[in-house]
């Protein structure tokens, strides 16, 4: 079986359910998951796929500077490994977070509004229409971000009240929800598997 080294940033959010959400995806094509939980620099370069969960995005942004981890990330997207990053990680990712306390990594060239549907009462889960999926996703939204612009490069993958909820910029998928939060490992296998992911060696 081929291994598959999946990177984690572990300085919040879902670590363990985003662990295995890809350990389920990389099942289902043959391949053995290995997975690299990243709180300091030096694992990145290493890792075939990135994983960066949700949390607090003032806190996860700064933390990527101050442990130097966030120029591998750059350099894992500039190498053309595929990332997945979710609600705060998405925050992160993006060009432009219309919030000073955030310093993005710009790996996705569209622009987020910090937590836009509600505060943590105001979290919902909705079946949502995925390009590439042949069925539902049941995505969980907490406190969840607003994809409110996005570049002319970047494929809009899912909407939910006619706004961007999931979306594709060369190897980094972005989703406003939590695909962890849920048996169903969809997303992490169209991230990680589909025709822009990475070639992994046996």
């Given at each position: 079986m081929t291994t598959l080294r999946a990177g984690v940033v572990a300085v919040q959010g879902d670590v363990s359910e985003h662990a295995d959400a890809?350990?389920?995806a990389a099942e289902a094509h043959g391949v053995d998951a290995e997975i690299v939980e990243i709180r300091s620099d030096g694992l990145v370069p290493d890792c075939d796929v990135l994983l960066m969960p949700g949390g607090e995005s003032t806190t996860i942004s700064r933390?990527?500077?101050?442990e130097g981890i966030a120029d591998e990330i750059r350099a894992h997207v500039e190498a053309e490994k595929p990332v997945l990053a979710t609600c705060a990680g998405l925050i992160v990712a993006s060009r432009d977070a219309k919030d000073d306390r955030v310093t993005t990594l710009d790996l996705l060239d569209a622009t987020v509004d910090r937590n836009a549907f509600g505060r943590q009462v105001d979290s919902f889960e909705a079946p949502l229409d995925v390009a590439g999926l042949d069925s539902p996703f049941p995505a969980v939204f907490i406190r969840a971000?607003?994809?409110d612009e996005v570049g002319e490069g970047v494929e809009v993958?899912?909407?939910?009240?006619?706004?961007?909820?999931a979306v594709r910029d060369g190897p980094v998928v972005g989703t406003s929800f939590h695909p962890e939060l849920t048996p169903?490992?969809?997303l992490h296998d169209l991230a990680f598997f589909d025709e822009l992911a990475v070639e992994i060696d046996a």
């Open positions: 890809v350990e389920r933390l990527l500077e101050r971000p607003l994809i993958l899912a909407e939910w009240d006619g706004n961007p909820v169903d490992s969809r």
